[in-house]
């Protein structure tokens, strides 16, 4: 069992100018004489620059490897994933991409890189935006054989039920957690170790657990079949070399003591293993929007739809004939009984959503759902619950997250073109073009007890969405709106209709961080084109449709265009990967096959209905409204099927 020095131990000593991160590996390896090291990325520098560049991190490794020393853990401080502020957020992801690339270079067995949060919860966007960031990170640490992950000991991380959920939700090979032995809150430390003790990947000791319960500490893990580093970690500041030196040889003997102990080897995981064949793929409906998604399916190689359900049976024999699909069945628990499938693609009308894709889950398959997620919000968070619980994965079709506009608007977004984002329009139009009664699609599309909604829950997802995603999701906090039906229906399809969505619906939106949205979404309005959606900045601003990027250069007011579809083009041809990106089908499959992370599309959606929502609420109390006024009116509009 190896042990090693946290270089936290030494912050004493580097604030007073008497250590730096060679003097510490000097120490581990001839004063203490270790063959590991255990690098806090303060002992090095505050300034990221001065040593996140090749030419440092190359004179770094080479220090480690004269020392013949192994870096056992490199702790990243400064890019934990959530801040409140979106724009903090995404230089916090740029600095630990870089984290990560010099953890690489420099060797590192497990990099920790924490999750960030205030108090003892995070709430669910919180949640869900740390768990994409660290399943991306995974995905970057696999590739490079090291693991990644948070430390308990700070916010949130200091609650077992938080760190425990967290891993189930990340549920990937290389994530892991840095153990701060002992250091929990709302649970017995005792308690604490054990739920956590499966993902650790490292340990911190301080000074309290080497006094008090060190052996039994170390048990713990141990029997949940631990066998990497024991951290050293001095707080107090303090005569530094001489403390650590006492608490060092305590831990040397406790590992001589326990030498032996807990050689059982235990699967960490309870993972889902991902799928390294074609994919077996479920459809539930195979309607209007079912046949769509099957002509996509049809164009993935590494896709096979194996079973189709539907209770039109005639339309069931005619689509599975025509898509080659082998298994039939009138009722979906019946599909679901099927032992041959992965995952299963939900196409049902938007109320029938959350039950399907609920059961889906529970079964054991992931889901994929067409959109808006669910017919309420309520429904929507029961299926993003099903899934943490269940520990599958829900994906939602988002098409707009895919288009060329959004790849090439993200990378100006990320390049920090538009400085600080202040205000989005969410825009999208249809001058008469309502489902059933202006000629397409069936009556049930405008009944609000199938649909849940109209132009917001059919078009303005994809649009509200789409903005949401380029913004960094931002956290909702107040919204006004308004909707409309005004203009003339076809008597006698209003008559057989039932119609009763809006076919325009207002909006705007107040986020916690002062940015704004407006929305307007039209199935039918007496008017011309609108113009395309927009995000405005301080140094920039984006219209994505098309798309256009407008600046000032050199105090010239300048409208930029694109050559988008040639550069997307040779992006391609340089990285095959990007094709994961090309649409929601292909990313879904390629997510499956453990290619690329998925994106947060459920987190998406669910915050595109709770816009949606607090418009349909303002629209009827005639005034603005709060999210909570939102989540308070909220109740469930699914059928039982």
């Known amino acids: 069992m190896n042990i090693s020095i946290a270089s936290y131990a030494f912050h004493g000593l580097r604030a007073a100018g008497m250590m730096d991160v060679f003097g510490y590996l000097e120490a581990c390896r001839y004063r203490y004489g270790l063959s590991t090291a255990d690098i806090w990325n303060g002992l090095i520098s505050d300034n990221v620059d001065f040593y996140l560049n090749d030419e440092f991190i190359t004179k770094l490794k080479t220090a480690i490897d004269e020392r013949e020393l192994t870096l056992v853990n490199y702790h990243a401080d400064g890019c934990h994933v959530w801040e409140d502020d979106p724009a903090k957020r995404r230089e916090h992801h740029k600095l630990a991409l870089r984290h990560l690339a010099a953890a690489e270079k420099l060797g590192a067995k497990t990099v920790r890189i924490d999750a960030g949060g205030r108090g003892q919860t995070w709430t669910p966007q919180q949640f869900d935006t740390i768990v994409t960031a660290m399943r991306e990170y995974c995905r970057i640490a696999s590739g490079a054989g090291f693991r990644v992950g948070p430390e308990s000991h700070w916010g949130p991380e200091l609650v077992p039920d938080n760190m425990e959920a967290l891993a189930h939700a990340v549920d990937h090979p290389a994530f892991g957690i840095l153990v701060h032995l002992g250091h929990w809150e709302n649970a017995p430390i005792e308690e604490g170790d054990r739920r956590i003790a499966k993902w650790a990947m490292h340990t911190h000791v301080d000074q309290h657990t080497t006094e008090t319960r060190l052996e039994s500490a170390m048990k713990i893990l141990l029997d949940a079949g631990y066998t990497g580093c024991w951290g050293v970690e001095h707080h107090s500041g303090k005569n530094e070399y001489a403390e650590v030196a006492l608490q060092l040889a305590a831990v040397r003997r406790a590992v001589s003591r326990l030498d032996g102990h807990g050689t059982r080897q235990t699967d960490r995981s309870g993972r889902n293993h991902l799928i390294d064949r074609k994919i077996r793929l479920g459809i539930i409906g195979v309607g209007q929007i079912g046949k769509l998604h099957l002509a996509e399916w049809a164009k993935i190689p590494d896709v096979e ?59 054991g398959r992931h889901c994929y759902c067409e959109k808006p997620m669910a017919g309420s919000y309520v429904d929507a968070l029961r299926m993003l619950q099903s899934s943490r619980a269940t520990g599958k994965m829900l994906h939602i079709q988002l098409a707009f997250l895919y288009t060329r506009e959004t790849k090439l608007a993200k990378r100006l977004i990320d390049a920090g073109r538009l400085g600080h984002i202040y205000h989005a329009r969410s825009s999208g139009y249809r001058r008469r073009n309502r489902p059933f009664v202006d000629g397409y699609g069936t009556e049930k599309f405008v009944q609000k007890n199938i649909s849940g909604g109209g132009a917001l829950y059919d078009m303005g997802v994809y649009h509200i969405s789409q903005l949401l995603y380029l913004l960094g999701m931002p956290e909702p906090r107040r919204i006004t709106g308004q909707i409309y039906q005004e203009t003339p229906i ?30 307007i979404e039209s199935w039918a309005i007496h ?54 990106g090309d649409n929601s089908q292909a990313h879904w499959a390629a997510v499956l096959q453990g290619k690329v992370p998925l994106l947060p599309t459920a987190q998406i959606a669910l915050q595109t209905m709770l816009i949606s929502e607090g418009i349909y609420l303002s629209s009827q109390l005639g005034r603005e409204v709060s999210v909570e006024e939102v989540l308070a009116a909220g109740k469930s509009t699914a059928i039982s099927i």
């Open 305 to 363: 739809v194996v079973a189709a359900c539907d209770l039109d049976a005639p339309e069931l024999d005619r689509v599975a004939e025509k898509f080659k699909i082998p298994g039939k069945h009138r009722a979906f628990r019946d599909l679901l009984k099927r032992d041959d499938l992965d995952a299963v693609d939900v196409c049902l009308h938007n109320n029938m959503h959350a039950p399907a894709a609920i059961a889906v889950m529970e079964s």
């Open 527 to 580: 008017m011309n084109p609108f113009d395309g959606s927009f995000i405005a900045g301080s140094e920039g601003g984006i219209r994505l449709d098309p798309l256009a990027y407008y600046s000032n250069l050199e105090d010239i007011e300048a409208n930029t265009t694109f050559e988008a579809e040639h550069s997307d083009w040779r992006w391609h041809q340089l990285d095959p990967k990007l094709a994961a």
């Open 490 to 519: 076809d008597p006698q399809r209003r008559a057989g209709s039932g119609y009763c969505v809006e076919e325009l619906g207002l909006g705007l939106v107040r986020f916690a961080d002062g940015l704004t949205m407006d929305i």
